[in-house]
Structure formats: structure tokens, C-alpha cells
């Protein structure tokens, strides 16, 4: 599941579309490769910037993503004309809390640069420590290389990226950081790296190593959704799944997510939305096989009943 979310049923369409991009790499590792699919290729770069804009809040995020876009833009258009024209690092921090849409904007960035002719296949390759990080000496060099290797083209997410700092002086994490850093500039025309984790561990990471921060000119802040907008996620969650939420269900829900996000700092967001939904869906289903008749209206339902007897789930 996704956590950027978007209205409309040719948002729907098109996620459909890219649902057999998504592949777990064959070496069995953890790190995700969303493929610049062949469902893509009808889409222009107007198209993949309206499914950033048409996600629910991020205002933020997407001006910008927008400043970027509109920079390379025009830098193009200057080429065009023999003027000269500026390169640009697109190196980038994305900093929040989980479930606030950064690895969806991720991979909506690397089609808008593919489409932009920016890079040469607009893929996303998502990894984690595990897939960067090795058990001996030279290893972690070794594994952090085939991950870059592998990005080029692309777009490389690492998510909760400071974990590579953590460990201690003689942890390998160091080596990976060190060989990520020379693969930035072997590959600055052919690559970008979005480095993704909460704000206070991003910014303790980029004092880790002096020379991190500049790198990385591009640094993004993506704010926690507030109640409104976590409630629109709810309603396009659920008109995906073809259900509903009654007026009542979506009370409850509201109220759930007010309660949690005073007792937790870091309340998930958008996917302590998504288990409370799934888990009602659950109950749901519970409720309605005890019942002779079903009707295809009590199919699509989700009552304040199944929101509450959810909620403890959070």
C-alpha cells in the first residue's frame, strides 16, 4: 500500500496500471525496484505532475518539486536557444515521519525526471541498511556499489538512512556512507539519491560527516497530515476497495485519529489510518457472515460499530 494518497478514479486507473511494477529484487533482499513500466509510457510529464498535485496536502512538497521541475525546464529551453545552461544537483533529504507520503514522491520524481530526459529510466530503487551494510570487511563497499549500480538511471531511495551512522566508530555503516558519497559524483549526471528518515535522526545523520550536508542541496520537510486530510485518505482508501465509510464511521474515525495523535509522536499518520480501515474491514466481515442474508449496500459498508471495535488495534 502507498502512502501518498490522491482523488479521482483516474488516479485509481492509473495505480492500477503500475501495480505489476512493483517487484522484489531476486537475490531475495529487501530492496524494492519500482519499474518505469510500459503503462507509463502514454503519460506525459504534465500527466506525472498532476498525480504529485493531486495528492491529498504536502503543499510543501510539491512547490518544491515544482521549483525543481520549472529550473529544468527551462534550463532545456535555454539550451535550446544556445544560451548557456546551468546544471543542477537533485540530491535530496526528505525528512518526516513515517506514512507521510516520502517513498511515493520519490518514485512520482523519478518518472517526472525521466520524462524531463533527466534520467535515462525513471526507476526507484528503495533499500534500507540491510541491503547496503555487509558482515565483513570489504563487503559493505562490495553491496553499496551493486545497489548504485543497479539505481543508475533511477532514482536510489534509502529509507531511515541515518541508521548507516549509527553502530560506533568501527561499524560498517560508515564504509557504505563513504562509498555512497563517491557514487553521488560518479554518477551525478545518472543518478539521484534521496536519503529518507524522521527530521531530528536526518539532521543528527548530516552532522555526522562534515561534508554530507552540502551534498545534498535538496532537503524537503513532509509534515504529518493533519485530521482533515488524514479523513480524505480514509475516503479514497476505501472508495479504492469499493467500500464506505457511514457518516457515523467516519465520526468515530475522526475521533481516533485526534486521540492518537496527542498520545504518540510519532502516530503513523497515514498508516494508522490504513490498519484501523483494514482491521474494521476485518470486523466487518466477522459481523456480516453471521447474517443468512447479505445485501451488496451491507458489502460495501464500514459502520462507527466496526471503526470502534478497530480502534484498539492503533
Not at 518544491?64 to 544537483?89: D, H
Not at 506514512?99 to 520524481?109: F, M, N, P, Q, S
Not at 482508501?237 to 475521533?255: A, D, F, H
Request: proline share 1%; glycine share 8%; aromatic share 6%.
Amino acid at each position: 500500500m502507498l502512502v501518498g494518497f490522491r482523488w479521482g478514479s483516474n488516479s485509481i486507473n492509473r495505480d492500477s496500471a503500475r501495480d505489476n511494477s512493483y517487484k522484489k529484487n531476486k537475490n531475495g533482499s529487501n530492496s524494492l525496484i519500482t519499474n518505469n513500466s510500459n503503462a507509463d509510457a502514454c503519460f506525459s510529464v504534465e500527466d506525472e505532475k498532476k498525480e504529485l498535485y493531486d495528492l491529498i496536502g504536502l503543499k510543501n512538497v510539491k512547490d518544491n518539486i515544482e521549483e525543481i521541475c520549472a529550473f529544468l525546464e527551462i534550463q532545456n529551453k535555454r539550451k535550446n536557444q544556445n544560451l548557456a545552461a546551468e546544471s543542477q544537483v537533485l540530491h535530496m533529504i526528505f525528512k518526516g515521519n513515517p506514512g507521510t507520503g516520502k517513498t511515493t514522491v520519490a518514485r512520482i520524481l523519478a518518472r517526472i525526471l525521466y520524462k524531463l530526459e533527466i534520467l535515462s529510466k525513471g526507476h526507484t530503487l528503495e533499500v534500507e541498511r540491510a541491503d547496503l551494510v555487509g558482515e565483513y570487511i570489504g563487503h559493505t563497499a562490495h553491496k553499496t556499489r551493486e545497489q548504485i549500480k543497479k539505481a543508475v538511471g533511477g532514482v536510489l531511495f534509502i529509507d531511515e538512512a541515518y541508521s548507516l551512522a549509527r553502530g560506533g566508530y568501527k561499524d560498517f555503516g560508515k564504509e557504505s556512507i563513504d562509498t555512497l558519497v563517491k557514487g553521488m559524483e560518479e554518477h551525478k549526471d545518472s543518478l539521484v539519491l534521496i536519503l529518507a528518515g524522521y527530521r531530528d535522526e536526518m539532521e543528527t545523520f548530516l552532522e555526522s560527516n562534515p561534508g554530507l550536508r552540502s551534498r545534498f542541496p535538496v532537503q524537503i520537510d513532509f509534515p504529518d497530515y493533519n485530521t482533515s486530510e488524514l479523513l480524505k485518505i480514509a475516503d479514497f482508501m476505501m472508495e479504492k476497495k469499493q467500500y464506505y465509510l457511514e457518516n457515523g464511521g467516519r465520526e468515530e474515525l475522526g475521533q481516533v485519529i485526534e486521540v492518537e495523535s496527542t498520545k504518540h509522536r510519532h502516530s503513523g499518520n497515514a498508516r494508522l489510518v490504513r490498519n484501523i480501515i483494514e482491521r474494521a474491514m476485518r470486523l466487518q466481515a466477522v459481523r456480516l457472515t453471521k447474517k443468512s442474508h447479505v445485501t451488496r449496500e451491507e458489502l460495501m459498508k464500514i459502520t462507527r460499530r466496526d471503526i470502534a471495535s478497530a480502534r484498539n488495534t492503533c
